[in-house]
């Protein structure tokens, strides 16, 4: 998998505006590359597209490989891509032995992104091996320079995207297209080829995120990269947190993103926009939440029935027959949570792996087997009913949806959601238990747990319940990125499309995001915008239609139909203990306020 550098779009973009003409103001700079990139855009061209592949979709069946055959802007192009997708990168030289190489690490992908600049497309050799790759994998080149080359590439029937500019711009640009971050509309002005005539060139769809500078949407970009990292860097010096990730997405781009930090205070690890977090409760509505509105789309589930219609355990029980409607709400009347590992006994946990102590809940910590099926769950099912019909946030609550999830789904909902919404997304860092599949320096550390674990979390949930059942419940579980959280918050504003895909219809979106609660102002699975202006939840200007949910961890993400926009914080505020600085110092509203501030300001 390809590890972009710690450079975002959006610090790329304001590198460029600080190195055009010393002499400009900075708004002068901006406005300079804005320009540039729209130029660049205008000389890019789409060719070999009437089936459509570009933009790409059913991103869950692709493996996907980038080639670069001669490309000095290959690690910023490499670097949106991998915005979209996991991609690996490779680089070959235009030799028979490298090619051959080259076809040998990449069999077993079946989407090759190829980069030609230069002269390399005069190379028969090159030309031999993507005609060889384009028997068996689909193929999509990417080239820059003068547009004459393309007489190289008559022979060639795969889509391409052209670029007369070669700069990072138009790496930026093309790598986007790609995957429909951005819409190409140009067309060849001179006569090629008979393949490639004038007036040639497709017209693409931009169906994915796109990234830009806070003026492409028509707000100023220090009205926005100032107050938030003034706030940031106040919760830094107060330790609420070490560090953190804020994105802001608006009309369909990132317009900001910015990390602070580091990972913990000895700061030897600075925070990166693209490290994964604990998610927390954001797990809610990230994977428990999906997971019922595609069940309850397909009339697997009917939230009016019980709890007891779906899960035979619950039938003896007094949640037998609670509707999942009140569940999903909040308002069934479950406690708010058990500390179930203030219960475990001598034994339950070893410091070996075995047979019959195999539930990994941290580095050298290994729980008894089925403990979650054999005392956990039973206990939740026997716990009491305290206020049936009035809103308690309760962890319960989705405990008992991930188990009705998975017995209308047929498949553990970590499967389920990989299959049906990450992978497909995009959302490629997103899941439960990232160490087995990330290296444990990508991932933030939590809590340094002296209570039950004995040891600094770093890739295993924090939640202590989420851990003893294996990482997985319907409550905690789930890590991502900034990135993946934006395309998850998109594809909700975009009422259930993305990528040129339908995941929900858009009654089903609006079902659950909207006010479904008579005792509260919630929605199905959501959080949502408080009514009473004096609780300023989750912020004083968010507005009435905005929904979400924060993470225990310092996690948030809150989408704003109305003003189409997503923001999101993450943070480690329980690192190295569990501290509410972070609430005292109101750091999160504060940002999200300055956000809509910065949204009236414009540019004026």
């Known amino acids: 998998m390809y590890i972009p550098k710690p450079f975002s779009a959006f610090i790329i973009l304001l590198i460029l505006a600080f190195q055009a003409c010393a002499q400009n103001t900075h708004q002068e700079n901006i406005q300079q590359v804005l320009a540039q990139k729209k130029q660049s855009l205008s000389q890019t061209i789409a060719l070999n597209n009437q089936t459509g592949i570009i933009p790409i979709k059913g991103l869950g069946d692709l493996k996907i490989a980038s080639l670069d055959l001669g490309f000095n802007e290959a690690d910023r192009f490499n670097t949106m891509l991998s915005r979209y997708a996991s991609i690996d990168a490779y680089h070959a030289e235009g030799n028979l032995a490298s090619l051959q190489l080259l076809s040998e690490q990449i069999k077993f992908h079946n989407l090759l992104i190829i980069q030609l600049a230069k002269d390399v497309a005069a190379s028969q050799n090159i030309l031999d091996f993507i005609k060889n790759e384009m028997a068996g994998k689909q193929v999509i080149i990417c080239g820059f320079g003068s547009p004459q080359k393309l007489s190289l590439l008559d022979a060639l029937p795969v889509p391409i995207i052209w670029s007369t500019d070669t700069g990072a711009i138009a790496a930026q640009n093309s790598a986007s297209a790609v995957f429909g971050g951005i819409a190409i509309t140009g067309k060849l002005t001179t006569n090629i080829s008979p393949r490639f005539p004038a007036g040639s060139g497709f017209t693409?769809?931009?169906?994915?995120?796109?990234?830009?500078?806070?003026?492409?949407?028509?707000?100023?970009?220090?009205?926005?990269?100032?107050?938030?990292?003034?706030?940031?860097?106040?919760?830094?010096?107060?330790?609420?947190?070490?560090?953190?990730?804020?994105?802001?997405?608006?009309?369909?781009?990132?317009?900001?993103?910015?990390?602070?930090?580091?990972?913990?205070?000895?700061?030897?690890?600075?925070?990166?926009?693209?490290?994964?977090?604990?998610?927390?409760?954001?797990?809610?509505?990230?994977?428990?939440?999906?997971?019922?509105?595609?069940?309850?789309?397909?009339?697997?589930?009917?939230?009016?029935?019980?709890?007891?219609?779906?899960?035979?355990?619950?039938?003896?029980?007094?949640?037998?027959?609670?509707?999942?409607?009140?569940?999903?709400?909040?308002?069934?009347?479950?406690?708010?949570?058990?500390?179930?590992?203030?219960?475990?006994?001598?034994?339950?946990?070893?410091?070996?792996?075995?047979?019959?102590?195999?539930?990994?809940?941290?580095?050298?910590?290994?729980?008894?087997?089925?403990?979650?099926?054999?005392?956990?769950?039973?206990?939740?099912?026997?716990?009491?009913?305290?206020?049936?019909?009035?809103?308690?946030?309760?962890?319960?609550?989705?405990?008992?949806?991930?188990?009705?999830?998975?017995?209308?789904?047929?498949?553990?909902?970590?499967?389920?959601?990989?299959?049906?919404?990450?992978?497909?997304?995009?959302?490629?860092?997103?899941?439960?238990?990232?160490?087995?599949?990330?290296?444990?320096?990508?991932?933030?550390?939590?809590?340094?747990?002296?209570?039950?674990?004995?040891?600094?979390?770093?890739?295993?949930?924090?939640?202590?319940?989420?851990?003893?059942?294996?990482?997985?419940a319907g409550h905690a579980g789930i890590f991502s990125t900034a990135n993946d959280l934006a395309i998850y918050g998109q594809l909700l504003l975009n009422k259930g499309t993305y990528g040129g895909e339908v995941y929900f219809a858009p009654k089903i979106v609006e079902e659950f995001t909207s006010k479904q609660s008579t005792v509260s102002r919630r929605g199905l699975g959501f959080d949502r915008k408080d009514p009473d202006a004096s609780k300023a939840y989750p912020s004083t200007l968010a507005s009435a239609s905005t929904f979400g949910h924060t993470g225990y961890t310092g996690t948030c993400i809150w989408i704003d139909p109305k003003h189409q926009l997503t923001y999101i914080f993450l943070s480690n505020r329980v690192h190295p203990t569990v501290t509410d600085k972070l609430y005292n110092l109101n750091i999160r509203p504060r940002i999200q306020d300055a956000i809509y501030e910065a949204i009236a300001k414009g540019l004026e």
């Open 204 to 472: 693409t769809m931009k169906t994915r995120l796109g990234y830009d500078l806070p003026e492409s949407v028509g707000i100023k970009s220090e009205y926005l990269t100032d107050p938030i990292g003034n706030i940031v860097r106040e919760a830094i010096a107060e330790q609420a947190t070490p560090g953190a990730v804020v994105m802001v997405i608006k009309n369909g781009t990132v317009i900001f993103e910015e990390a602070y930090g580091f990972h913990t205070y000895e700061k030897q690890r600075p925070t990166l926009v693209s490290d994964i977090f604990d998610m927390a409760s954001i797990s809610k509505i990230t994977a428990t939440t999906p997971s019922v509105m595609r069940l309850y789309e397909e009339k697997k589930i009917d939230l009016n029935q019980t709890i007891g219609h779906y899960l035979f355990q619950a039938r003896q029980t007094n949640k037998s027959n609670i509707k999942l409607r009140d569940v999903m709400l909040h308002q069934a009347g479950f406690v708010p949570y058990i500390p179930f590992y203030k219960n475990l006994k001598p034994g339950d946990v070893s410091s070996d792996s075995s047979a019959t102590h195999n539930v990994k809940v941290a580095d050298g910590r290994f729980l008894l087997s089925d403990y979650y099926r054999n005392v956990m769950w039973p206990e939740m099912l026997k716990s009491k009913l305290e206020t049936p019909g009035k809103y308690v946030y309760s962890d319960i609550s989705m405990y008992v949806m991930k188990e009705v999830v998975e017995q209308q789904a047929s498949e553990p909902i970590e499967n389920y959601v990989q299959e049906q919404f990450y992978r497909p997304l995009g959302m490629y860092k997103t899941g439960y238990n990232p160490r087995l599949r990330f290296a444990k320096e990508e991932i933030v550390p939590t809590e340094r747990d002296t209570y039950f674990r004995d040891t600094l979390l770093q890739g295993y949930v924090h939640d202590q319940g989420a851990a003893m059942a294996n990482g997985v």
